[in-house]
């Protein structure tokens, strides 16, 4: 059955330190993959998205991530974190065989960066 | 800047009782979702709401649920008969016809007691 899985459940970090969450999806076609992020407190929030074409997307907040299809992977970075990028992070993938676009997350990864 | 909107963001309720999850969404928007999170696991699609019809739902989504759009500008998520399995945070998200971007709300957390 197709998956999403996220390898990191926490990751704690100095600021300045650079970030990076892994994302694997199990499934050899074509799909479109998703960040989210949450904020405490907060609803989820779109930190970048790919559907095609450059496989290096960037996003908001200083984000960006690598599609590497070989590995089906879709993992996100950022080179400089800060404080305020303390939140849990989702992986999310549409799969072609969805009609109306459902998302499959991945578990999650809570991220904690220490001033 | 459009928001989804959800309330009540909190609902306690006793087993067996029903509850009644409001969404707002962006007002242009055709599409709606509902997903939930049982603490500790993962976001769980349940159902896709379009033209007044669900058009996919997950194995979760049983006779226990239902979804309605009442007016033009609610879509509503109700469990009957509440069971302690149920207690989750309940997210609605809602989407522009021609993208694919879903925009979420904050949230429900419902605890069945």
């Known amino acids: 059955a197709q998956s999403v899985s996220q390898h990191n459940h926490h990751v704690i970090l100095s600021e300045a330190a650079s970030l990076e969450l892994g994302c694997n999806y199990s499934?050899?076609?074509?799909?479109?993959l998703f960040w989210y992020v949450q904020y405490p407190g907060q609803h989820l929030q779109l930190l970048l998205k790919y559907f095609s074409g450059d496989p290096l997307v960037k996003g908001i907040k200083g984000f960006e991530a690598e599609f590497i299809k070989s590995k089906f992977s879709f993992n996100l970075r950022k080179p400089s974190v800060q404080w305020s990028d303390t939140a849990e992070y989702f992986c999310?993938?549409?799969?072609?065989?969805?009609?109306?676009?459902?998302?499959?997350f991945g578990a999650g990864t809570t991220v904690t960066v220490r001033a | 800047e459009p928001e989804v909107t959800q309330t009540p963001s909190h609902q306690v309720t006793q087993m067996g009782q029903e509850v009644i999850l409001r969404c707002v969404p962006i007002?242009?928007?055709?599409?709606f979702y509902w997903y939930r999170q049982i603490l500790g696991q993962k976001v769980e699609f349940l159902v896709s709401f379009y033209n007044n019809e669900i058009s996919e739902k997950s194995e979760i989504f049983d006779d226990q649920f239902s979804v309605e759009r009442p007016d033009g500008s609610n879509f509503t998520l109700k469990i009957r008969s509440t069971k302690l399995e149920d207690s989750a945070m309940y997210f609605c998200a809602s989407r522009a016809e021609g993208y694919n971007e879903q925009f979420f709300g904050p949230g429900t957390r419902l605890t069945v007691l």
């Open positions: 499934y050899g076609g074509t799909v479109n």
């Open positions: 007002s242009n928007h055709l599409y």
């Open positions: 999310a993938v549409n799969f072609p065989f969805s009609n109306d676009y459902k998302l499959s």
